[in-house]
């Protein structure tokens, strides 16, 4: 059970982690005509990126809490 239980804290606190590193990049993608244009792209790209980490970490926390889930109602009931 301990196992399952560490994949979900370190999905969890990397979730975290991740958007906290989106904060400047989210603010940059914008409308605002004084950004360079080059800057504008590299920021879609790096906020693209983020999102499919995001999602990538999101599958792996629902994994895991389906593996915990299974292993406590096996060992409850068993």
Known sequence: MGRHKTWLI???YTVGAVMLLML???GSVSD???LPQMMGTVSAVLLSISLAVLHLLAAVHEIAAD???KS???HKYA
């Open 72 to 74: 406590y109602v096996h």
């Open 24 to 26: 400047p990049i989210s």
């Open 10 to 12: 370190g999905a969890e």
């Open 67 to 69: 593996a915990w889930g």
């Open 32 to 34: 605002d005509p004084q």
